[in-house]
């Protein structure tokens, strides 16, 4: 693939530029144009504190045990429900982890959860509650990130199914159909589409798609004409024409 490096406002203006890399994209996700520094580097930071703890943090990590437990069990209760029922657990699921003082680890909960025990339709009730929480879902995008760099690279060589592909399409869709800005949406989109492995590639197209408006057209129409992987091209035309019917 050429890989081709473009930020928001390049899109915007109309400024973009062709950066060839002979098929050996870089790995640092786009870091100096992602706003996945600060503030999520500032969070990350404190997520990962390691100061004593004091009598007070002490009863508030066994009070976040204890939420964690309530938070699994609903979120399994909505997985076993029946759909005339699963409105209402997922509106009691989104409240639990819009009060929750570890959304982070509450996500985590809620997507493995749905990964494995959610069946057919465990991915799609993750996205339908994540796509209300596109910020938190960004900041895990972060937390995850570093360790799937690799796997991505490695993948291309030798493609085999991961689960934690779907993860990735869990948090893709998520951000896609989120109330965040395009602006905010692209950065992550756009390099997914141009650095992961295929499942996250046609994954971030999916996604592009959900985002919709013209800038989700000008992207496809970006992959469409500088992708060299016939898959992928295919995905792309497919979205756009969705977009423009």
Not at 40 to 65: C, F, H, K, V
Not at 134 to 160: C, H, M, N, Q, T
Request: hydrophobic share 40%.
């Amino acid at each position: 693939m050429t890989a081709l490096r473009v930020s928001y406002d390049q899109f915007e203006t109309g400024s973009i530029r062709r950066a060839a890399t002979s098929g050996n994209r870089d790995r640092n996700f786009g870091m100096d144009v992602l706003p996945f520094n600060p503030p999520y580097g500032a969070y990350e930071a404190l997520s990962r504190n390691t100061q004593p703890q004091t009598d007070a943090s002490a009863a508030s990590t066994r009070t976040g045990i204890l939420d964690s437990t309530f938070f699994k069990q609903a979120v399994e209760d909505m997985i076993r429900s029946p759909i005339r029922d699963r409105a209402t657990h997922l509106d009691r699921v989104s409240k639990e982890l819009a009060d929750s003082d570890a959304p982070l680890e509450a996500i985590e909960t809620l997507i493995q959860e749905c990964v494995q025990r959610g069946g057919t339709d465990g991915l799609d009730i993750a996205v339908d509650i994540l796509c209300s929480f596109g910020d938190l879902a960004i900041k895990y995008a972060v937390r995850i990130l570093p360790g799937d760099i690799s796997r991505w690279d490695a993948a291309r060589e030798f493609p085999r199914f991961d689960r934690k592909d779907e993860v990735w399409y869990i948090l893709l869709r998520a951000v896609g159909r989120s109330n965040l800005s395009v602006n905010r949406k692209f950065p992550m989109l756009s390099d997914c589409v141009a650095k992961g492995n295929e499942s996250i590639r046609l994954a971030s197209i999916q996604a592009i798609g959900d985002m919709g408006g013209p800038t989700a057209v000008r992207l496809l129409k970006h992959v469409i004409e500088n992708e060299v992987d016939a898959d992928i091209r295919e995905a792309a035309s497919e979205v756009l024409d969705d977009l423009e019917a």
